[in-house]
């Protein structure tokens, strides 16, 4: 399979962009000032940074989020090949759920659950 005919399509697709953006900063006139640069919050002045710090209990909520989340996906191939798999799959379904089950008590008796 011969990818030549993509060459001109990428030479479109770079020289296009490049061309329209170069035709504007011609065409138009640019007067930055202090007030034109600083960000818009509907009239109010911003107060503090962008980047404000945030509470651990944030991240680590996240974090048992995503770590349940994408364990019960491991469920969803378990479950298509079901009878397949027989006892033994159920035996280490059972297992594996028994772990979860497991961490989220370790957890939940932590307090990593609790929003104060």
Known sequence: MSYWPLVPILGLAVLV???LMG????LSRSHPSAEK???YECGVTGLGTAHPRLPV????TAVLFLLFD??????FPWA???RKLGI???LEMSFFLGVLVLGLAYVWRKGA???Q
């Open 17 to 19: 962009p490049v061309l």
């Open 23 to 26: 035709i504007q900063r011609l």
């Open 37 to 39: 640069l600083a960000p």
């Open 57 to 60: 209990k944030f991240y680590v």
């Open 70 to 75: 994408i364990e019960t996906v491991f469920l």
């Open 80 to 82: 298509v090949l079901f």
């Open 88 to 90: 033994f799959g159920l």
């Open 113 to 115: 659950l609790e929003w």
